[in-house]
């Protein structure tokens, strides 16, 4: 039998706090550009907590910057059940990647509040800070901290392309929200939840409005510099050139040969490289690649990312290179507690579902170490994320907020 909570869960309103949210770094084609700790961020985070007032959640921080909504608990002492995503964007993101999660988690207070239903646990909504790294790299800092997967002092030491670290960034966060309470880095949580847009093809080719997230893919990142030599463009014999630039594409063209996957399963990205001094006529001296690698399968993710490091010296010609893996995620499956939960969820409120695979990284993956924690996807147009066309459709994100309600009503019951 399912609660009365989901009853209230209101289409139009999630809708509508979407195109809201999206007016803090809108961009011209209909997507949004708000990194993370930035002024449109900050201008979002003032939103999410007028609607928490008028919630009466409690409102919190911590040293990282991730925001907390409580909603108490009758056993207030308990440990909390937690939801939420993110609300950092690419530089030319969309309006769904992230947001999503943390309005359908409003959404599941809202609902409760709307059916008189005081929960056993607090329910907690979570805004983790940078999850996406497109300011600060890598990503899911504001989780990783919290789970105390990385030194906090470590993160806080990162620092984006204009030399701002995010230490500074976190106070001038905390400067602009003076009656926001700083809490302890992490607590215990009872269970963890994430909606999220699938950011991939396979529910809206399957007809289905609901993912049951099984597990979540790895990853392994590389930063790759190479060091070659100015020249003149025009004096320059090419047997004697150091081309940072030639040697890069040689390593990269290495790479998409050693990757190459008849199956399509691997996964293999270079989706920054940047060379100076970037002139037309000299030869370039320094050149700087990502390389973003994922495959399900952790000791071939292993394996493949163990090949980044040789193949660069390989190809590396007259030049220097320096490969560095700043992240590595290994593969994971959720508890089955919790995927069973929202499947036999699904089934009782009637909404067509599919258990399904998380290509992308997300913070409960972080979580999972810590805590129960499971996902919900809902379909995104063509799969086409961390793109301004990036869309979903309002009944969609509806049926997964439904299904979010009617588990977090459970396990914080």
């Given at each position: 039998m399912t609660s009365a909570a989901v009853q209230h869960v209101s289409e139009a309103r999630l809708w509508a706090r979407h195109m809201e949210l999206a007016q803090h770094g809108a961009l011209s084609k209909g997507g949004v550009c708000r990194l993370a700790l930035s002024d449109e961020e900050i201008a979002?985070?003032?939103?999410?907590?007028?609607?928490?007032?008028?919630?009466?959640?409690?409102?919190?921080t911590d040293a990282i910057g991730n925001l907390f909504f409580r909603m108490e608990g009758s056993e207030p002492d308990l440990d909390p059940v937690m939801t939420?995503?993110?609300?950092?964007?690419?530089?030319?993101?969309?309006?769904?990647?992230?947001?999503?999660?943390?309005?359908?988690?409003?959404?599941?207070?809202?609902?409760?509040?709307?059916?008189?239903?005081?929960?056993?646990?607090?329910?907690?909504?979570?805004?983790?800070?940078?999850?996406?790294?497109?300011?600060?790299a890598p990503g899911m800092m504001g989780s990783e901290a919290f789970t105390a997967?990385?030194?906090?002092?470590t993160i806080l030491a990162v620092t984006d392309d204009q030399g701002v670290s995010v230490a500074e960034a976190v106070q001038r966060v905390?400067?602009?929200?003076?009656?926001?309470?700083?809490?302890?880095?992490?607590?215990?949580?009872?269970?963890?939840?994430?909606?999220h847009i699938e950011q991939g093809p396979i529910l809206e080719a399957e007809g289905k409005p609901v993912g049951v997230v099984t597990g979540i893919q790895g990853s392994r990142r590389f930063r790759v510099t190479v060091t070659g030599e100015e020249a003149h463009a025009g004096t320059?014999?090419?047997?004697?050139?150091?081309?940072?630039?030639?040697?890069?594409?040689?390593?990269?063209?290495?790479?998409?040969?050693?990757?190459?996957?008849?199956?399509?399963?691997?996964?293999?990205?270079v989706g920054r490289f940047e060379i100076a001094p970037n002139a037309p006529s000299v030869v370039a001296a320094h050149a700087f690649f990502s390389v973003d690698l994922r495959h399900p399968d952790w000791p071939t993710l292993k394996r493949l990312g163990d090949m980044v490091g040789p193949i660069a010296e390989a190809r590396k010609g007259p030049c220097g290179v320096e490969t560095r893996e700043i992240a590595t995620s290994p593969s994971l499956d959720f508890p089955a507690t919790l995927t069973t939960l929202l499947d036999e969820v699904a089934t009782d409120l009637g909404?067509?579902?599919?258990?399904?695979?998380?290509?992308?990284?997300?913070?409960?993956?972080?979580?999972?170490?810590?805590?129960p924690t499971a996902m919900i996807f809902v379909p995104c147009a063509g799969g086409i994320s961390h793109n301004e066309a990036e869309s979903s459709e309002p009944g969609d994100l509806a049926d997964g907020a439904r299904v979010l309600t009617e588990a977090v009503v459970r396990l914080s019951a």
């Open positions: 979002a985070r003032k939103t999410l907590i007028a609607w928490a007032a008028a919630l009466d959640l409690a409102v919190s939420g995503s993110h609300i950092d964007s690419q530089p030319a993101g969309g309006k769904f990647d992230g947001a999503f999660g943390v309005l359908a988690a409003f959404e599941v207070v809202e609902a409760m509040r709307a059916a008189g239903i005081e929960p056993r646990r607090p329910v907690i909504v979570v805004a983790w800070m940078n999850e996406e790294a497109s300011r600060f997967t990385k030194p906090l002092e905390a400067a602009a929200f003076p009656q926001v309470p700083e809490i302890p880095l992490g607590f215990p949580v009872h269970a963890f939840l994430e909606a320059e014999p090419l047997r004697k050139r150091k081309d940072a630039l030639l040697a890069a594409i040689d390593i990269v063209d290495g790479l998409r040969e050693a990757f190459a996957d008849p199956d399509d399963i691997v996964k293999f990205t909404i067509d579902h599919m258990a399904i695979y998380s290509a992308a990284g997300h913070d409960a993956r972080q979580l999972h170490y810590v805590c």
